[in-house]
């Protein structure tokens, strides 16, 4: 197998060395032919430009790097495999895809693959969440050194100074089943099963099961919000009172001046906004049995 390797030595971890797991891609027959190093916005075009001499693209990055890589995949035919090294690694989480680089590389050896679904916002490709309100602040607030020196650490210093400065927004939030006005401090959208550093977009939210999980926190108390979060880890959050939870194919969000959209952690989209999910659009190198993924 011909793989090219995507490494963004931005990430937390993006320097980490990787000969380790490279030596365990080779001994398998993996042969990397294809190496850059760089950050995600020039991803499109490197893929783009080498896609039909390999059969594999490598990310090696966080959740915003292999989205990037992700995105410019669709479509190619090629398989996706990840070697996390960012912050949240929350689509490794979800393919159960250890942070160990050797164990990584070793389900990417395996040859295993599996099918996924992708979201779409506006035409931008995400895996795990879109978001606006809370999180997108919070991704516009925390910077990439921060991140990298405070790891999961950085988030929550972030979260405290966005918390403080958080006000509900209105919105209008279309489905399948109609359409509803809200108050609300985020609205979450979400492809896969987990997002922000672990937390769960909903209890049985699979990255293959054709359908989109929208949750809206529709509360004007901060202190509600101390409350809901320990929910977030699991899920649970769905049945609170001032939680709105939807799932469907597709979803539209429209606010009354144009707001930021934190797509996998990386501000790339705008509202108005139109959601879908694309089933089984991406094929990813992962293991057959991990919490987001259905039974074979």
């Known amino acids: 197998m011909r793989a090219m390797l995507i490494v963004n030595q931005d990430s937390r971890s993006g320097s980490a060395p990787l000969d380790a797991a490279t ?86 050896a395996s040859g295993n693959v599996r099918s996924v679904d992708v979201g779409d916002v506006n035409g931008v490709v995400f895996l795990n969440v879109a978001s606006v309100g809370i999180s997108a602040a919070l991704a516009s607030d925390i910077a990439a050194e921060t991140k990298r020196r405070f790891g999961p650490f950085g988030y929550v210093l972030g979260s405290l100074r966005v918390l403080f400065k958080a006000r509900p927004f209105r919105a209008t939030i279309t489905g399948a089943s109609g359409a509803a006005e809200v108050e609300t401090l985020q609205i979450a959208i979400g492809n896969g099963r987990h997002y922000g550093g672990g937390l769960t977009i909903a209890p049985d939210a699979r990255i293959d099961d054709g359908r989109l999980d929208l949750y809206s926190l529709e509360t004007r108390r901060l202190w509600r919000l101390a409350v809901i979060a320990p929910a977030l880890r699991s899920g649970e959050h769905r049945h609170a009172p001032d939680v709105r939870a939807l799932h469907g194919a597709w979803f539209e969000i429209h606010t009354a001046h144009p707001k930021r959209i934190n797509v996998d952690g990386e501000l790339r989209a705008m509202t108005p906004a139109r959601f879908v999910v694309r089933p089984g659009a991406l094929r990813v190198f992962a293991p057959d049995e991990a919490p987001g993924l259905g039974a074979i």
């Open 23 to 108: 030596a365990r891609l080779e001994a398998a027959g993996v042969e990397i032919v294809r190496h850059w190093n760089g950050s995600p916005g020039g991803i499109p075009a490197y893929v783009e430009e080498h896609r039909h001499a390999v059969d594999a693209v490598i990310a090696g990055g966080g959740d915003g790097t292999v989205s990037a890589v992700a995105g410019a995949m669709v479509g190619t035919g090629l398989t996706l495999g990840v070697l996390p090294l960012g912050t949240g690694n929350d689509f490794a989480r979800t393919l159960g895809i250890p942070t160990d680089l050797p164990a990584a590389a070793e389900i990417i």
